[in-house]
């Protein structure tokens, strides 16, 4: 009797721990099938791609009478802020811009408006740049020299040749890019970056350090700058700051 009853008490204790262990392997692997992925964004702001050019704009307009405004705002709008297959490395071509460079070129397909806003879908030669740089400098060089049969066929975007930069954007609709809508559009990525900031020299330059519980709000109001300004200077990919941070802080 007592053997049986020693007998039934492991049973027992065998399936329990049986069922525990079940229960634990079933709800491991309930957890991993439903659990939502992690996913991190990796992909440059809108700010940290115009930071990363913007000097380069600014010191090419200021030498050579353009809008650096305008040049950011259709490096912007034309790659996708260096995202777009023809705007990122090894292409690297911010402004759309056809042939070859340097004999090198890429060809992709490409929409076209007819004037009267239809798009079609063609294919075309894009140019190929070794860095954002030079795609920067050869946009100018086009700017100020203009076309074979025209030396001075983008005279109309010129700072000399123009009150404001809205003046500017409306030449270049149509005669740069086919889009209907191409200034508006330009406009608007102006307006929203502050980019006009650009095509003015920096009177003064500082560096802060962010103290614990800052905001990027909170330090623009302290400076009176904008967010999306702070985020351009120092490069930034989002809002996050950490404590002992340092950031430039531009004046114009």
């Known amino acids: 009797?007592?053997?049986?009853?020693?007998?039934?008490?492991?049973?027992?204790?065998?399936?329990?721990?049986?069922?525990?262990?079940?229960?634990?392997?079933?709800?491991?692997?309930?957890?991993?099938?439903?659990?939502?992925?992690?996913?991190?964004?990796?992909?440059?702001?809108?700010?940290?791609?115009?930071?990363?050019?913007?000097?380069?704009?600014?010191?090419?307009?200021?030498?050579?009478?353009?809008?650096?405004?305008?040049?950011?705002?259709?490096?912007?709008?034309?790659?996708?802020?260096?995202?777009?297959?023809?705007?990122?490395?090894?292409?690297?071509?911010?402004?759309?811009?056809?042939?070859?460079?340097?004999?090198?070129?890429?060809?992709?397909?490409?929409?076209?408006?007819?004037?009267?806003?239809?798009?079609?879908?063609?294919?075309?030669?894009?140019?190929?740049?070794?860095s954002y740089e030079a795609s920067i400098q050869d946009y100018v060089k086009l700017m100020r020299n203009g076309v074979s049969w025209n030396k001075n066929f983008y005279a109309g975007v010129f700072k000399s040749n123009t009150k404001t930069y809205t003046d500017a954007t409306k030449f270049l609709t149509g005669s740069y890019a086919t889009d209907s809508q191409y200034n508006e559009k330009l406009n608007s990525v102006i307006a929203k970056y502050d980019l006009q900031q650009y095509d003015s020299p920096v009177k003064d330059k500082k560096t802060i350090t962010v103290a614990d519980g800052d905001s990027l709000m909170h330090i623009a109001e302290a400076h009176n700058v904008k967010v999306t300004s702070i985020k351009q200077w120092n490069q930034l990919r989002s809002d996050r700051l950490e404590a002992g941070q340092q950031l430039n802080i531009y004046k114009y």
Not at 2 to 11: Q, S, T
Not at 51 to 79: F, P
């Open 1 to 130: 009797m007592k053997y049986l009853i020693n007998f039934f008490k492991g049973l027992m204790i065998t399936v329990i721990v049986i069922c525990i262990s079940f229960f634990m392997v079933t709800q491991f692997f309930k957890t991993h099938e439903t659990a939502e992925p992690v996913v991190v964004d990796d992909s440059p702001s809108v700010e940290e791609f115009i930071g990363s050019i913007a000097e380069i704009a600014r010191k090419q307009g200021a030498e050579n009478d353009l809008y650096a405004s305008i040049i950011i705002a259709q490096a912007v709008l034309e790659s996708e802020h260096g995202q777009s297959g023809l705007g990122s490395a090894p292409n690297n071509n911010l402004f759309g811009m056809k042939g070859s460079y340097q004999n090198n070129s890429v060809s992709l397909e490409t929409s076209e408006d007819d004037g009267s806003g239809n798009m079609t879908r063609v294919m075309a030669a894009f140019r190929k740049y070794p």
